[in-house]
């Protein structure tokens, strides 16, 4: 069982109000849920849409046939009408778009009629064109089990009020939550508004009912952001600061929502330069810190970078990527930033790049970065992108168990019982005793400048050496034995080999999986980036050594990750798949392109 739901119009209409609301109405009930959006940088008008996948089996990116496509306006329809699978829907409201449609797969549907006969308000037609969606996947009959799935027979169905009572109980819940602060009567309205929606499916259209596998155990629902905002939380992060700049955005929003419960404070800087320097200020006081921006933003913090860089003061950065340059698309997508990541900043001192692929790695890897960004007390950088940023992801649970939580700085007892302290004290491994100011009549001192020991200003010869040596060459190679391998799926000894990085996780996953059947084809995952992982735990260099073709898929269009492979390892790919149009890769469109690669 796999649908695909696209709900397309302007900004403004509430589509992903609509979106939402659906995906998560199908997590709770059990099923998997893929999301991922596509929206112009406008508050109104423009075309915008919001494509939600769910299915009983594991799902880890978009399909390019659509089964539903729910059309607030016109242009929705002239896009999207080509994507339509064999037996898709096409749902409007003829008034609303000031045209009719007779053609089979079109279903009129008076939306604002409905809401304001039943709700008492035209705005909540949003709420019925949710219902209808209900109406049309919870009606289901062995006719409809046998004509649009072929994996579903009439004996796993639901009986129809069973599933449609299911249903509708998750999205009761759901409106309840969204709406909780505009009071019961919005709700009920709402609420009403939905019920009219399914009700008017089930008498007018329930031949076209679709027949999902009915499923029981809720699932949680996370987008990439959240993810990042999760794993910082369990860090014991403190504080954050940022400019709202997407898509980095909405993990600044997730946080300032946990201000009160987890004890963090958020604060919205003037700029990106003050953001960075508060960050460092925050944790050279003695807490964990982050801040998050995008590439023209990172662009302001470079120098705040650097001072984190020769303070070795601890600090994480998420880094969201979006097409440049300048302001580029800056709702779209892009994995444009990773030599601007890794090469940003004057001078030369270690930093950490991660680059997770789904909200999972997002979670454990935030974790990661704050433990080694304090271990070693250099600069993080957690390099995402618009498309990880927005996308919506389903999981039984995430295990934070297993992380670990290590205090690397001194405190208390420990920080008295010291002679006298040194904040940049030369030693065998690179890495200084790192107290925090006021905790004792110690003296905590850093400069900007090259610094003794002490942390005072210097310029001598020999001094630079050994502030070099410490700060840089003594802790890369215990950085590097910190990095894990990629992570392989497929075969050891493949004959073809897939490599990505970042967010084409998932579409990898996907789009491979049609071709194994009759190929001996391996993934390739990269998510940790720099230092780049040796092969001590996994000879990946090997397996890309003998295979007899590799192919590294990016989002970009000079091959990033491609070329810092092959700077780090000497190996060269044989075939590259770039796409730089400002949209993801689809299941479809990555294995028709690998395809064509293939030989």
């Known amino acids: 069982m796999n649908y695909t739901i696209k709900i397309g119009g302007e900004a403004g209409q509430g589509i992903q109000t609509v979106g939402d609301t659906l995906s998560k109405v199908f997590a709770r009930t059990g099923y998997h849920v893929f999301t991922h959006q596509d929206y112009e940088s406008r508050a109104r008008g423009g075309h915008n849409f919001y494509q939600i996948r769910f299915s009983d089996q594991p799902v880890t990116a978009s399909l390019d046939a659509v089964d539903i496509l729910i059309a607030f306006d016109r242009e929705s329809i002239l896009l999207h009408e080509k994507e339509m ?12 778009l000031k045209e009719s449609f007779a053609k089979p797969l079109f279903l009129d549907i008076p939306f604002a009629l409905l809401a304001t006969e039943h709700a008492g308000n035209k705005i909540m037609a949003n709420s019925v064109a949710i219902g209808v969606v209900i109406g049309m996947i919870s009606r289901t ?19 129809p009020d069973a599933l449609a009572n299911m249903l509708l109980d998750k999205t009761s819940g759901i409106i309840h939550e969204t709406f909780l602060s505009k009071g019961a009567a919005v709700i009920a309205a709402n609420i009403t508004a939905v019920a009219a929606g399914r009700l008017f499916a089930l008498e007018h259209y329930g031949e076209h009912a679709f027949s999902p596998v009915p499923q029981s155990q809720g699932k949680m629902l996370i987008s990439g952001t959240e993810a990042i905002g999760i794993g910082a939380l369990a860090s014991v992060c403190r504080f954050y600061a940022a400019y709202p700049m997407t898509p980095s955005t909405g993990i600044m929003n997730y946080l300032a929502g ?15 330069i003050s953001a960075i320097n508060m ?23 470079v120098e705040g970078l650097s001072l984190a860089g020769m303070t070795e003061t601890p600090v994480v950065i998420a880094l969201g990527q979006r097409p440049g340059p300048a302001t580029g698309l800056p709702t779209h997508t892009e994995q444009g930033d990773l030599l601007f990541a890794l090469y940003a900043g004057h001078g030369e001192f270690p930093r950490i790049l991660f680059a997770p692929g789904d909200p999972e790695q997002a979670v454990h890897l935030t974790i990661k970065a704050f433990d080694l960004a304090e271990k070693y007390q250099i600069p993080a950088i957690i390099l ?3 498309y990880l940023a927005d996308t919506c992801w389903t999981y039984d649970s995430i295990d934070l168990e297993k992380r670990s939580y290590t205090d690397y700085r001194l405190r208390g007892d420990a920080f008295k019982s010291l002679s006298e302290y040194k904040r940049h ?11 925090i100011p006021g905790e004792t009549s110690h003296l905590v001192v850093t400069d900007s400048d090259e610094h003794d020991e002490d942390g005072h200003m210097i310029e001598d010869a020999a001094g630079r050496i050994a502030m070099v040596e410490k700060r840089l060459l003594r802790k890369m190679p215990l950085i590097r034995k910190e990095m894990a391998p990629p992570a392989l799926f497929g075969p050891s000894d493949a004959d073809i080999v897939i490599a990505g990085w970042g967010s084409t996780y998932g579409i990898m996953r996907d789009a491979v999986a049609t071709l194994l059947a009759d190929r001996k084809i391996a993934i390739l995952h990269f998510s940790e980036l720099y230092p780049f992982p040796s092969t001590e735990l996994f000879d990946y260099l090997a397996l890309l050594n003998n295979a007899k073709q590799t192919i590294c898929v990016e989002q970009n269009a000079t091959g990033q990750f491609a070329r810092l492979l092959r700077a780090e390892t000497g190996h060269k790919f044989s075939d590259s798949i770039h796409r730089y149009d400002g949209r993801p890769f689809t299941s479809e469109s990555l294995t028709g392109e690998l395809i064509a690669k293939i030989r």
């Open 384 to 386: 995402f992108d618009q």
């Open 141 to 159: 009959s062995a006719s409809s089990a046998n004509s649009r799935s072929s994996n579903v027979t009439a004996s796993k169905i639901l009986a």
């Open 85 to 96: 699978s064999a037996n898709g829907l096409i749902i409007y409201d003829s008034t609303a």
């Open 279 to 301: 960050a460092i200020g925050a944790s050279f006081a003695g807490v964990r810190a982050m801040t998050g921006t995008s590439g023209g933003g990172f662009a302001l913090m």
């Open 258 to 272: 946990k201000e009160e419960e987890q004890g963090i404070i958020v604060e919205q800087a003037e700029d990106e």
């Open 425 to 435: 004290l030369l030693t065998d491994n690179g890495i200084s005793p790192l107290g």
